[in-house]
């Protein structure tokens, strides 16, 4: 299995505060991870460093076994590292359509099309010339997944999609990531809600102050002692 | 009367091509550029030192090839290496080129006043509705009108266009897709310098070319993004319009008061909207 996307011993923050520290994770071709923590321990950083957009003071980041300087946004998306960002960020300007079109940046093969996307997420494709914005949480997430999907990456990172979502949205968000999965699109999921990091996810971190407190697999693992295991 | 509200026109048609530029601009980069005035101030010294070989025409494409040229330098040699300062460093370093483009001005072509002829091709004056008005008065409006039909097509239409719109909204998440920014800049930049240059060549014969030349204009354009809502295309171009009106106006029955008109209304937007006209959110 070859490694997508790797962190060794990186430090890194925002001007002189130091977020992350020491830490280590890799994800390989295809597989399911999954990062775990409490708000405020340095998730979303872990996605800043490889986007540049927190400062990498040591260590090394690594995309599809390159070494990566983030400097630059768009590098990620281009090395086949697309990002599902928190909050999830859909353009307020610009239509559902216009949103997905913004993912068709060039430099990758291309699998994933406009249409592919509208057959994943049908909703998408009836409201495809509404704002982008004036969608419900759960299909702007579906926007904000099939935009990503756009750029047609080997890593799909989603930091905290279930986020102000309801229980059965986030069903159907745990169904559609298995079949992305299954597709061979390998998933760095942050999370905090245990049962879509159950259902989705193959192995774990746990991210607590900065560093990664804890790893495993989750297969013979239940709910209640994943929970217990990350409950430090 | 219609006299007076095609003259508006004239104005405000103007105006907008200058403040659609700081429009194009602040959306990328997120500052406001004091240069922009020198940008409008060289394009009418171009255009006024073209014109003469090269004829209307000419000097408009001259202006519009050597101030793209120019915006796309200052994108890259200084707004780019600059994007990770505070904001109010680089709004200095565009003050500070501001009067640097105006020494260089008056080096070149000098301190004195210049006055461009009215293209001879655009002489004369017609009558409208029984009243007579100068043709290169039309030809302004025009070139106004089509610079912002054009300008909205390609925004529209056009897949650099969809970028644009994308990264001045969300630069952060436009880049995170994979849609290098810094090119989009570059384009944005070069095209905002462009218009303020064309829009220089054609204001000439209607004003007095001097190095000081581009600060009034500034200022309104200022005011008109203001009124507008930053990094609103919409809201400059209704903002221009009745800027471009409420000046003419001003001029014709109010003339003592006339510079302070736009400055109140933009204290009477600001307090009804803070956001400005089409302003959602900054
Ligand atoms: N852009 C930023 N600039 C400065 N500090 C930040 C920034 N983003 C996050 N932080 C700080 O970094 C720490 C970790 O934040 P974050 O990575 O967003 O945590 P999480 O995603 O786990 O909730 C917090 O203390 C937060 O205040
Ligand atoms: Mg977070």
């Known amino acids: 299995m070859s490694e997508l996307l790797a962190f060794s011993n990186v430090v890194s923050g925002y001007g002189d505060a130091r ?3 020491d830490v280590d994770l890799t994800i390989g071709d295809g597989e399911r991870v999954a990062v775990l923590g409490r708000n405020g321990v340095g998730k979303t950083t872990i996605v800043n460093t490889f986007l540049g957009v927190a400062r990498l003071s040591s260590g090394e980041v690594r995309l599809a076994g ?3 300087s983030p400097i630059r946004h768009f590098i990620a998306a281009r090395r086949g590292i697309a990002l599902v960002p928190q909050g999830r960020r859909i353009i307020p300007t610009l239509t559902v359509r216009e949103n997905l079109a913004i993912g068709g940046a060039p430099g990758r093969n291309k699998p994933w099309t406009l249409d592919r996307v509208f057959d994943l997420f049908p909703i998408l494709r009836e409201r495809a010339n509404t704002p982008g914005t004036a969608l419900s949480g759960g299909q702007q997430q579906m926007l904000a997944i099939g935009r990503a999907l756009m750029s047609n990456p080997s890593l799909l990172v989603l930091d905290e999609p279930s986020e102000g979502l309801a229980p059965v949205i986030i069903d159907e968000l745990a169904v559609v990531l298995r079949q992305l ?4 699109t390998a998933l760095l ?11 989705v996810a193959e192995r774990y971190y746990v991210l607590s102050k900065g560093t990664i407190v804890e790893q495993g697999h989750l297969a013979g693992i239940s709910m209640e002692s994943l929970k217990k295991h990350v409950a430090v | 009367m219609l006299v007076q509200i095609l003259n508006g026109l004239v104005y405000g048609g103007l105006l907008y091509i200058v403040s659609v530029g700081l429009v194009l601009i602040f959306g990328l980069r997120r500052i406001v550029n004091f240069a922009h005035g020198s940008l409008f101030m ?11 070989m090269g004829g209307f025409w000419g000097a408009l494409l001259a202006a519009a090839i050597v101030l793209a040229l120019v915006g796309a330098l200052l994108d890259i040699a200084i707004l780019q290496p600059l994007q990770r300062e505070d904001p109010i460093v680089t709004v200095l370093v565009t003050f500070g080129l501001l009067l640097i483009l105006e020494d260089f001005a008056q080096f070149v072509w000098g301190k004195d006043f210049l006055k461009s002829p009215v293209p001879t091709m655009f002489s004369g004056s017609v009558l409208i509705f029984g009243e007579s008005f100068p043709v290169y008065r039309l030809v302004v409006i025009a070139v106004a009108a089509l610079v912002a039909l054009g300008l909205s097509v390609w925004l529209r239409l ?3 266009g969809l970028y644009v719109r994308a ?3 969300d630069p952060l998440t436009t880049a995170m897709q994979g849609v290098n920014t810094d090119r989009v800049s570059v384009i944005v930049v070069a095209l905002g310098a462009a218009l303020a240059g064309i829009s220089g060549t054609i204001s000439a014969p209607l004003l007095a070319l001097s190095p000081s030349m581009g600060s009034y204009i500034l200022i309104e354009s200022f005011i008109v993004v203001v009124v507008g809502g930053l990094g609103s295309f919409a809201g400059a171009f209704i903002a221009a319009i009745v800027i471009g009106q409420v000046h003419n106006l001003g001029l014709v029955y109010v003339p003592w008061a006339a510079t302070m008109i736009p400055f109140l209304l933009m204290v009477g937007v600001l307090i009804w909207r803070p956001t400005g006209i089409a ?3 900054v």
Not at chain 2, 42 to 52: E, I, K, P, T
């Open chain 2, 158 to 160: 056009s897949k650099i």
């Open chain 2, 167 to 169: 990264s001045s909204a």
């Open chain 1, 66 to 68: 390159e070494r990566h």
């Open chain 2, 279 to 281: 302003g959602s959110h």
């Open chain 1, 19 to 21: 977020i992350l520290h």
């Open chain 1, 189 to 199: 999921l942050i999370e905090q809600h245990f049962g879509l990091v159950h259902r």
């Open chain 2, 42 to 52: 060289l394009g009418a010294y171009v255009g006024f030192s073209v014109a003469a």
């Open chain 1, 181 to 184: 999965a299954d597709a061979g």
